[in-house]
């Protein structure tokens, strides 16, 4: 069993809901979150004003997966999210001791 998280931007979030409607998996939950990654550059320009400690808001998408079920779900996610563009999101997999 594999905990999947993948961040994306809001826009992208429905999509990948709707790319997962027909996965197989064994548990969801969806959050708003707040961060950064490589666009951080891009709020630097409003250093020493009120955005100065700005956040990009992104939605989190947390799923519990089947060790043989992870590449179909993953290439699904991928092709949904990916657009060349910094700010795509990222996915993160961890394995699962136990799931109750």
Known sequence: MKQVVT???PHLAE???IALQRAPL???????????????SYLDQYQDTEYSEAFVPKVQITLWVDDSRLEGVLEKIVSVTRTGR??????????VHSFL
Do not use: H, N, T
């Not at 064994?26 to 951080?40: D, N």
């Not at 910094?86 to 394995?95: H, R, Y």
């Open 86 to 95: 910094i700010g795509d999101g990222k996915i993160m997999v961890m394995p």
């Open 15 to 17: 999509q990948v809901l």
């Open 7 to 9: 961040v994306v931007a």
């Open 26 to 40: 064994e548990g969801l939950s969806v959050f708003e979150v707040k961060g950064y990654g490589r666009q951080k």
